[in-house]
């Protein structure tokens, strides 16, 4: 049950059992994933999920509404939850990258897909490179603080070379020392 006091992981975890048990699969990214890696460093208030398999019999919605969302335009606000769900239009990519795997976390019989603190690294970076976003920059790099050993690096350089980035890339990695 979602209540006030719920974290934003908690909902996180609450919204996507609940969409998985009705057959779809939605991934956890932006400044929800970032929150997820980094919760003492990032908070997040909305909660971006891209779909990944859809159910084939009907609209998912009644799922969010059974768990006291209501749907307001594009979004999702709870009665008594300060976050709000968002449903961004896939596919989940990265610039120009698609990402065809993602972390799946589970507590007790909860489950939560969460985009690999790699590519939430590379999700705010690119918010950074292509906005000019300077907390973009400080949430990829408090992302990459929490995770430390878990960062791929490489493939962060990589994609930034292939986004024509290397000199935004420059930076973060000499802030990141």
Request: charged content about 25%; some cysteine; proline content about 3%.
């Amino acid at each position: 049950m979602i209540t006030a006091e719920s974290s934003l992981v908690e909902v996180a975890f609450a919204v996507c059992s609940a969409l998985h048990r009705a057959g779809v699969t939605a991934v956890l990214s932006g400044g929800g994933a970032a929150t997820f890696y980094a919760p003492e460093a990032i908070q997040s208030f909305d909660l971006d999920f891209i779909l990944e398999v859809y159910p084939r019999d009907g609209d998912p919605g009644h799922v969010l509404v059974d768990l006291g969302f209501e749907n307001v335009g594009h979004d999702y606000v709870h009665k008594l939850s300060r976050y709000q769900l968002e449903f961004p239009r896939g596919p989940l990519a990265v610039g120009d990258d698609l990402i065809r795997s993602w972390n799946t976390v589970t507590d007790g019989d909860l489950l939560l897909h969460v985009i690999s603190a790699t590519d939430s690294c590379r999700d705010r970076l690119a918010a950074f490179y292509h906005f000019q976003d300077r907390s973009a920059l400080e949430q990829a790099l408090a992302v990459a603080a929490a995770v430390n050993t878990d960062l791929d690096l490489e493939k962060i350089r990589a994609w930034s070379k292939r986004e024509s980035m290397s000199e935004p890339f420059a930076v973060f990695e000499r802030l990141l020392g």
